[in-house]
């Protein structure tokens, strides 16, 4: 798989502070989560990055209540 087939199954990649702003918590909070292994990441070097697909799951993950 070429490099750019592979970036693309990731969909659009986040920073931690886009992160944080998509679920309106605080950057440490998703340093935390991700720490903790209940938010995926991506490293890329010595970079991190969160898929957009990643952070929409965790949301899902999280819903309670209603139908």
Same mark, same amino acid.
């Given at each position: 798989? !070429?490099?750019d087939?592979? !970036?693309?199954?990731?969909?659009?990649?986040? *920073?931690?502070?886009? !992160?944080? /702003?998509? $679920? *309106? #918590?605080?950057?440490?909070?998703?340093? /935390?989560? *991700?720490? *903790?292994?209940?938010?995926?990441? #991506?490293?890329?070097?010595?970079?991190?990055?969160?898929? $957009?697909?990643? #952070? /929409?799951a965790? #949301?899902?993950?999280r819903?309670?209540?209603?139908?």
């Amino acid at each position: 798989m !070429a490099t750019d087939d592979r !970036a693309k199954s990731f969909g659009e990649l986040l *920073t931690a502070k886009q !992160a944080a /702003e998509r $679920l *309106t #918590i605080s950057a440490r909070t998703v340093f /935390e989560l *991700t720490r *903790t292994g209940q938010l995926p990441v #991506i490293r890329i070097g010595c970079n991190v990055r969160y898929a $957009l697909s990643d #952070i /929409e799951a965790f #949301i899902a993950s999280r819903r309670s209540g209603g139908n």
